[in-house]
């Protein structure tokens, strides 16, 4: 008898593993465990969508015919790790053979890899995941030989590889991305649409329950949860965006608006990133929406880029380059996290209301995590680890493979610009220009050195002052540095005094 582990991300019926198993002799298993549960304080909202996802895929196998061994949280249990959970039913199933596809974090796969073949003295057999819609060998064949690894080039090879958006061999209206046209503010119109509300099951509400009973130290609430857990849910939400957001994503998708936790944004990665929905329906469903006329291409081709290329491409580099490029830190980095990206408490309205959207929803759209907490993050010289860990933890789509390369590469600029060919750093102005946040703000986007001035605009030329030796030889900053030194030597001063006390006073602001 084979056993199979499905994990809490790979809640698919496409699953490679379960094409190797017989229904009518062999076992699937599933666990809710607290080692996965708690190896970083994850939102209380990404552990109860992961514990109500997997109990419906559960059932839902079940009804399918398969054999299936679930193993739900217990506190008290004495397996609280997979393995735990798998030596014991392999021991009393009399288990010939464990079967899995491959998982999505090195953490978890060098474990398995390394040590339980030999504590299961069972073969342990990993099979590729074939979800993805570049393998880690494509991957590796794009990479080698280049010298740099942009992701736009990358992109161009899978709209090649699959056929999106190409007539023929040129890409659909000419341009590979319409970047450029996917910048305004939004003003108001069109109105914001609703999402859709779903509904949960008694087991939904006494999964919630635990969490609350036994995570009542992990961040977030699980008041306005509202996630899909299941695969017909995720298929609605796929629809709700397609017809109600998609045709707005482009224009509007660096946009921010005071008391607007979403935006026209599709909130779709929670189920693609635990296997609800696959990225090639995904993307087929925006294509269709394109071609029949529902949707523009600046906001087709903006929606895809995110899923066949950023998405496909952080996977590839992050297995590329692991284990060691978890522990880059190019810049030096050396201050702590401040405590209010756990409590969202601070007077920056930018950041605060960033926070509430994450400690609320679990969820902050990706102008939100890039250009407010994770610019701020880069500005004060926040250690990567740190900062990977807080969006690991708090946000309900993260997981290490897709979060890692995200922070630490695009955010936190620390890996020697493998991912970026220049850090994403910007001063207020970029948030006062992509939003409305500024007019509720305590402090002053306007000015740079006065004691009310927004933190941003003095930590901006601090940063680029003190990593002048590492940037100002790119050419991508050489405007900016050439700005700097346009200023009069006083105002240099009182820039430096700014930023100098607010570093020292961190935690204050």
Not at 26 to 50: N, P, S, W
Not at 320 to 337: D, E, I, Q, V
Not at 428 to 447: E, F, L
Request: glycine share 6%.
């Amino acid at each position: 008898m084979k056993l199979a582990l499905i994990l809490g991300d790979q809640l698919s019926a496409e699953l490679s593993c379960l094409r190797e198993l017989d229904k009518a002799t062999d076992l699937i298993v599933m666990a809710e465990v607290g080692a996965e549960a708690r190896y970083v304080k994850h939102h209380k909202q990404k552990i109860a969508l992961l514990f109500c996802a997997m109990r419906h895929f559960a059932s839902t196998l079940e009804d399918e015919g398969w054999r299936v061994h679930y193993h739900a949280f217990d506190a008290k249990a004495p397996q609280q790790s997979l393995l735990d959970v798998i030596t014991d039913i392999s021991a009393t199933q009399h288990a010939e053979q464990l079967i899995m596809t491959e998982c999505g974090e090195y953490r978890l796969h060098h474990d398995i890899v390394s040590n339980w073949q030999h504590a299961l003295g069972i073969p342990v057999t990993l099979l590729c995941d074939d979800r993805f819609m570049c393998s880690k060998g494509r991957f590796a064949d794009w990479a080698r030989g280049r010298k740099q690894w942009r992701m736009e080039y990358f992109y161009r090879e899978m709209r090649r590889d699959h056929d999106i958006l190409m007539d023929g061999k040129q890409p659909t209206g000419g341009e590979w991305n319409f970047d450029s046209s996917n910048r305004r503010p939004y003003r108001g119109e069109p109105p914001l649409p609703a999402l859709p509300a779903f509904s949960y099951s008694q087991d939904d509400h006494r999964v919630f329950a635990l969490v609350e009973e036994h995570f009542a130290d992990h961040p977030g609430t699980l008041t306005r949860f509202n996630w899909p857990v299941t695969r017909d849910q995720a298929r609605q939400a796929l629809a709700d965006f397609v017809k109600n957001r998609l045709p707005w994503f482009g224009d509007f998708q660096d946009a921010m608006t005071q008391g607007e936790s979403f935006m026209f944004h599709s909130l779709l990665s929670t189920s693609i990133n635990c296997g609800l929905l696959s990225p090639r329906e995904v993307c087929n469903a925006a294509l269709e929406a394109y071609q029949a006329g529902q949707a523009p291409l600046n906001a087709t081709e903006g929606f895809i880029r995110q899923i066949l290329g950023w998405r496909e491409y952080v996977r590839g580099l992050y297995w590329l380059m692991m284990p060691a490029y978890a522990n880059h830190n190019s810049l030096g980095n050396t201050r702590r996290l401040p405590a209010y990206y756990w409590t969202g408490d601070t007077g920056m309205n930018c950041m605060r209301e960033a926070f509430q959207n994450t400690l609320t929803h679990a969820y902050a759209h990706h102008i939100q995590r890039l250009m407010v907490t994770g610019n701020f993050a880069l500005l004060t010289g926040v250690i990567p680890k740190e900062i990977c860990d807080w969006y690991l933890a708090v946000y309900a789509d993260a997981y290490d493979w897709v979060e890692l390369p995200n922070t630490l590469g695009m955010v936190m600029h620390a890996d020697e610009g493998l991912l970026g060919s220049k850090p994403y750093a910007a001063s207020g102005n970029y948030i006062n220009k992509m939003s409305d946040y500024c007019k509720h703000c305590r402090y002053s986007v306007k000015t740079s050195t006065d004691a009310d001035s927004c933190p941003f605009n003095s930590l901006y030329w601090h940063f680029m002052n003190r990593h002048r030796e590492s940037f100002s030889s790119n050419p991508r900053m050489t405007m900016i540095y050439r700005s700097y030194d346009k200023m009069a030597d006083d105002k240099k001063q009182a820039l430096m005094q700014r930023a100098t006390h607010l570093l020292n006073d961190l935690d204050n602001l």
